[in-house]
Nanobody, 118 residues
Framework: VQLQAFGGGLVQAGESLTLSCTSS????????IGWFRQAPGKEREFIGT????????YYADSEKGRYTISRDIAKNTVYLQMNSLKPEDTAVYYC????????????WGQGTLVTVSS
């Protein structure tokens, strides 16, 4: 499955931004989708994930409350809504897919850059 993440850009601290992860593949609906980010000079970190049928979400403890992941199955799109953005949220954000929510994330999108200015 090929993924495409988009929606990044430059925002002011305190603002909100929603990223999208989409795929044209017919099997997109069988993949759980995770969101990750990588800030300059830092390791990639996990943000959260949504199950293949959108009935479960899970967030890293550090991201609970400000981030919300949702899924529009009909549109083959998963969203990452980010609120109250901070400069330290500046990173390249990636979405990734794993079949039936099992195992490793085998497919990755190209990433979209989010820059939060103070």
């Amino acid at each position: 499955v090929q993924l495409q993440a988009f929606g990044g850009g430059l925002v002011q601290a305190g603002e909100s931004l929603t990223l999208s992860c989409t795929s044209s593949g017919r099997t997109y609906g069988t993949y759980g989708i995770g969101w990750f980010r990588q800030a300059p000079g830092k390791e990639r970190e996990f943000i959260g994930t949504i199950s293949w049928n959108a009935d479960k979400t899970y967030y890293a403890d550090s991201e609970k409350g400000r981030y919300t992941i949702s899924r529009d199955i009909a549109k083959n799109t998963v969203y990452l809504q980010m609120n109250s953005l901070k400069p330290e949220d500046t990173a390249v954000y990636y979405c990734a897919a794993r079949k039936w929510d099992v195992g490793d994330y085998d497919f990755w999108g190209q990433g979209t850059l989010v820059t939060v200015s103070s």
